[in-house]
């Protein structure tokens, strides 16, 4: 009995050490890509976290990609926004788990000359009620309002924080990020929001400064319910929600996610 005994022990160490000692590739949507990483580097930088090593591929394979990549061999795919009930029921086996919330950023064309907004003059812009971008100091050319479709998770947000943008009068809407991100560099007047990050990426868009403007989306991991017991899995979970992470998030310009 003793000797079986020292038989499921060894082997349920065997197979800790077997985990801990594991390589964790970390793919899927392209806004959460850097947020992730800074997570890998400071979670195996812990004491939980340092028999790990975590990859974390700079090509995106997108949202849908990153569910995808969980299905398989992987333990973790990237998300860049909370599942919708159509993925909740394509993938009842993912469980999410949100590690930070991406800041929402407004951009305009590089012809606006505009770099900054009072909370007021947003509003003005998003009800309709100021045209054109000489009111706000900017040029005589009419403001062409960009957006995305209603069930978009970035403008789901914005709508939930500020509600006076369910009604903005959006000349176009997009489907993709991208999609809007290269509209607001090519329409002269436009102006538009997407993931800030992202923004400040691109070289035809100026990022707006506007005063007393916070709103982001969640954006993280999702895996298997079947991996949940690994080891791996349980140390992300506590390090995510533990107060060295959120000091990170912070001196890193992201928001705490929201609870699960």
Known sequence: MKRLLFIVISLAILVENAYASETLV?????????????????????D???????????????????LRWATGEEVFGRTGRPMNDKEKKTYPQLRELFVAKINIGFAVNKDVKVTELTK???EGIYTGKIKNWKAVGGPDMPIILLGREKTEAAYTALCKDYPFMRNAPFVRRYKKEHQIIRAITKTPGSIGFSSESLLRAEKGCVVLNIKNFSSGQNVGLVYDVEKEKRPVVDKVKTFVNSEKWLNVLKSNNYLPPDKM
């Open 120 to 122: 007021e003059q947003f």
């Open 48 to 66: 939980d976290g340092k028999d790990y090593h975590m990859t974390v591929p700079l090509k995106s394979i997108k949202h849908a990609g990153g």
């Open 26 to 46: 970390i793919a899927g949507a392209g806004p959460s890509t850097e947020v992730v990483r800074l997570l890998a580097r400071e979670f195996c930088a812990t």
